[in-house]
């Protein structure tokens, strides 16, 4: 059956492993490449078009004059914006390579173990009931209120389904699938209940919360999201091993000497964090997390220990290009990213999936 | 010591006169329909290079570049167009955008919301002193003030006030209606009206339809839109939660322009107009 599918595609060539461990090393510096190449576009180019961008890079560092609009176009809202958008397709796409490979699922994502729902539930709580908190707290809190209630709401909501579906030291994959479905079901119950009551004006906000936004970005943000973030990323590279031994199931995973608990329990929190993080800082952007990682599987195959670092790059990439375009294409105005990333990524990946269905079904 | 004399600085002086002047700013990014008016009314138009996605009146103004929605703003966007001065309602944002701006060395001046005619007022000389135009404002004020004066006296020989209930839209037959501190509860109380939903709860609400047959509107209201065929008259008071009020057997059906629902320069007019069709619909008795 496998020989004959791939006959039909005109005789495609079968890839050895050892092929794509080449095709992905390739890969990987391609997309270091390419990645450098976006950071440099992403901050020479905006709305703004008349911004003296060497001078004002160089202001900061005391080797060259610019005028303060400038130094604030270049160092304030460029700067931490290409650092955000880096980041948080970075982890957005390892987050999803890493949920696929642990629930062995490819419609798994980030969703499936309630980060996105509770940190929306956080977003929405904070949006309309922010401004029933005691005045000292929010003095303390300040703008960040809506990021920190969504990293806590989805933080909260991992460690929940995480208990009900551990059960004498054994977490099960398939309770944790559906008791994530029973408590987004609440989540979203409890999320529409503050929403009726919210005001119009926190609707608006809330309708553009859902779609996501690096426009926010600030380097105190980053500097509160940003190390979690990027400790997700440097740990995600060691659960590969493993989850490439999972792959052919639990019992033989235990076999090769893989402690699968552990790797659960390392895999879920590395990704509560790292998502729960992202969506704090941008709300919700869709999509990344599923069409990374199966880009790159149809290119590179399915090995983890090479798909992880590609994810992130390809990720980072994505969001980047998302983002200028968000900037740019109705400036001065801007389109949320989330309509960027989805009417970009749609299109591009049922082409991928179209050319190369043979490899898919057979 | 200084704080507590800048304080009583602050208490002596009413808001309008230590506002913050700009008479020189000529790259003016204007923010907040009302605001826009104010702007255009004063005679600054040519001062302005941007408005918001809200500014859409007077009609001429929608050739200025749009930075969006005022409370999606865009600290990039906003800087493309070389502002040295930001005019905008309080309720702008996001926060972080308007951090932004301030630290780029934009000044931001922030208008007061509010539906009553003293928040109109109010926003006029803000904007004046802002502007640098301080005679304009006070001759716009006073007038603004008179207008809304004639307008009281001219509410105070109208008949008992009508029940008006004021419906934003008509979601399939679900309605969503306006309570208190809306723009649509300001413009009905000053047409000499009463908002049949004004003491039930704050902001709209898609109501249930016995609430509806309950409150029993003498008059429904709603916003003059083109493309909305589902707002249309014969549609709305025939919907079993209207088909039995005042309202249905009158055929007490008003449209106002959506642009009355924000305060500004024609306020007074738009709820003048809005009296005259409230006794209109009541006259035409049954």
Sequence with gaps: ?362 | MKRFALTLAALAFPAALWAESYPDARSIVSIGGPVTEIVVALGQQDRLVARDTTSQYPPEIEALPDVGYMRQLSAEGVLSVAPDLIITRNTAGPVEVLDQLRAAAVPIVEVEDGFTPEAVVNAIRVVGAALGTHDAAEALATKTEADFAALASERAKGAAPAKVLFILSNQNGRLNVAGRGTGADGIIGLAGAENVMGAEFEGYRILNDEALAAAAPDVVLMMDRQEDHSADADTILSLPALAQSPAAARHGFVKINPAALGFGPRTAEFARVLHLAFADAMQAEN
């Design chain 1, 1 to 362: 059956m496998v020989a004959l599918s791939q006959m039909d595609e005109g005789g495609a060539p079968a890839i050895r492993p050892g092929d794509r461990r080449a095709r992905a090393r390739g890969l990987r510096a391609g997309l270091a490449v390419l990645l450098g190449f976006v950071m440099l576009v992403s901050l020479g180019w905006g709305a703004a078009d008349d911004t003296r961008v060497l001078a004002a890079i160089g202001a900061r560092l005391g080797l060259a004059e610019a005028s303060l609009r400038d130094i604030t176009i270049i160092w304030d809202i460029r700067m931490p914006r290409m650092v955000t958008a880096a980041l948080v397709g970075a982890s957005l796409a390892v987050a999803g390579a890493v949920m696929q490979g642990l629930f062995r699922n490819p419609l798994a994502d980030p969703g499936l173990v309630g980060v996105s729902a509770g940190a929306g539930l956080g977003a929405v709580a904070a949006i309309v009931l922010g401004g029933f908190l005691p005045a000292a707290l929010a003095a303390f809190t300040g703008a960040y209120l809506v990021s920190f209630a969504a990293f806590l709401g989805g933080w909260a909501s991992v460690i929940v389904l995480y208990r009900i579906a551990t059960r004498g030291g054994h977490t099960s994959v398939a309770t944790m699938l559906l008791a994530g479905i029973a408590l987004g079901a609440l989540t979203g119950a409890l999320t529409g209940f503050i929403v009726y009551r919210a005001n119009d004006d926190q609707l608006r906000d809330l309708t553009f919360w859902g779609m996501g936004s690096v426009a926010g970005a600030t380097w105190a943000k980053l500097v509160a999201a940003g190390p979690i973030i990027a400790c997700a990323l440097v740990a995600a590279p060691f659960l590969a091993r493993g989850l490439d031994a999972l792959s052919l199931g639990e019992p033989v995973a235990a076999h090769m000497g893989i402690h699968v608990q552990k790797l659960k329990r390392i895999a879920v929190l590395t990704v509560a964090a790292s998502v729960g993080a992202s969506v704090a800082i941008t709300g919700g952007i869709g999509f990344v997390g599923i069409v990374v990682p199966h880009l790159l599987r149809l290119v590179q195959g399915p090995e983890h220990r090479t798909l992880l670092p590609n994810a992130a790059l390809l990720g980072a990439i994505l969001l980047l290009i998302a983002d200028i375009i968000s900037r740019t294409v109705v400036a001065p105005a801007e389109l949320p990213i989330g309509i960027v990333t989805a009417t970009l990524g749609g299109p591009f990946f049922l082409w991928i999936l179209l050319r190369n269905r043979a490899i898919l079904e057979s």
